[in-house]
């Protein structure tokens, strides 16, 4: 019936309650688990979990297990066994690298290695897509479909479901309007939206570029500290204001400014980033203590809208091969690389050599 949910609305769905402390059911090939996040979980939602007496797990990653010495069987996920006594602070100790110098032993830890580990897998990456730490309370339920209904809870067809986890949500074009800017007055912002819910992401358009030729592009990751504070740890704001100026000066181009703030981990996980720099870790070694890869962004975002725009070939400004290879592998065809280089001073200069040196940018 139309009117109910179809999967990329119940997955959305399951987000959102996974944001709200809400558990979700998954259905799987071996069986069905109520899961909840680690970071969202309420004390008398953990207290109900563990007074259903069933064996639970933490689900936690391969990058986070790493950092905790657990083992991890599955590889990129490990399951640490959730102890029948297990309290919120223990759960949180698990997921959130906050505390980790402080309190250094949180083991022992077991690790399951019995069983399957598809939900847990699939329940990590819809943490991931929620903005969330990586890590979920997973419990496996005998029926899936009587636990969601007794409990109101939503119900999601793993197997069904994985499929559109990884696809890129197609973009819907909004609306566009004309705003004068700083840089450029003849500038126009498009709104994109996701089909899958998820946060809408923007391009800016100055002048009219040629689509004929190779268009002046940037794709611009949302950065709140940078381009709005005036953060000194990175270089996003002078980056972005340069690009608008270039962008300007040449009366053409077209920014995209991409809402994967964090590189893709969201605002308050890059908070807790910024926290274990502070004691001492680089940006990359801070998001595998998170449990994240190095950079969780999607660029096939961006070559998506710029397809939408009728842009196939750009002369793209950055200093991040990555993004350029992302591009081609879209099929957006980088003509030329033009150089981003602004916005160094004390504060970023090991943020910048720690890109060069371990993500490859060209300094
Ligand atoms: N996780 C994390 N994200 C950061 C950190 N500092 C900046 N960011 C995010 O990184 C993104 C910018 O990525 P960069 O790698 O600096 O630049 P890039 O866009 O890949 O490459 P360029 O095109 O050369 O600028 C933005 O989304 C920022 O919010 C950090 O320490 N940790
Ligand atoms: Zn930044």
Redesign the pocket.
């Given at each position: 019936m139309t009117l109910s949910p179809d999967l990329t609305e119940t997955l959305a769905r399951a987000r959102a309650d996974l944001r709200m402390g809400v558990g979700i059911v998954l259905i799987g090939e071996s069986g069905a688990a109520l899961v909840l996040s680690a970071e969202t979980i309420a004390p008398a939602r953990l207290a109900d979990v563990l007074a259903l007496g069933l064996p639970a797990d933490l689900a936690i990653t391969g990058r986070r297990a790493q950092t905790l010495k657990a083992r991890a069987y599955d590889g990129d996920i490990a399951r640490v066994v959730l102890p029948a006594d297990a309290s919120l602070r223990w759960v949180h100790s698990i997921a959130d690298p906050a505390d980790d110098l402080a309190t250094p032993m949180k083991g022992p830890l077991n690790s399951r290695r019995e069983g399957d580990a598809a939900l847990h897998r699939f329940a990590i990456t819809l943490c991931k897509s929620s903005r969330l730490l990586p890590a979920a309370v997973v419990v496996p339920v005998a029926d899936g479909v009587a636990f969601a209904a007794d409990n109101a809870l939503s119900l999601v067809d793993a197997t069904a479901a994985a499929p559109h986890l990884e696809a890129l949500s197609p973009l819907d074009h909004v609306v566009s309007a004309r705003v004068p800017l700083r840089a450029a007055e003849n500038a126009r912002l498009h709104i994109f939206r996701p089909e899958d819910g998820s946060e809408e992401h923007y391009a800016i358009e100055i002048g009219r570029p040629d689509r004929e030729k190779p268009v002046l592009a940037?794709?611009?990751?949302?950065?709140?500290?940078?381009d709005l504070l005036g953060s000194l740890?990175?270089?996003?704001g002078p980056?972005l204001n340069a690009a608008l100026n270039a962008m300007g000066s040449e009366g053409a181009g077209i920014l995209l400014y991409l809402n994967?703030?964090?590189?893709?981990?969201g605002l308050a996980?890059?908070m807790r980033?910024?926290a274990l720099?502070d004691q001492g870790f680089d940006?990359v070694e801070?998001?595998h203590r998170l449990g994240?890869e190095d950079?969780e962004?999607d660029f096939r975002l961006g070559a998506q809208i710029l397809g939408k725009l009728g842009v196939s070939q750009v002369r793209l400004?950055?200093?991040?091969p990555?993004?350029i290879a992302r591009m081609e592998d879209c099929g957006i065809k980088v003509a030329e690389r033009v150089p981003?280089k602004v916005g160094e001073n004390e504060h970023n200069t090991r943020?910048l050599a720690t890109?060069a040196a371990k993500?490859g940018?060209m300094l």
């Open positions: 940037r794709l611009h990751s949302a950065c709140f500290t940078g740890k990175c270089d996003c980056q994967q703030e964090g590189r893709g981990i996980n890059k980033a910024y720099q940006t801070a998001n994240f950079d962004r400004l950055t200093n991040n990555a993004k981003l943020y890109k993500s940018h």
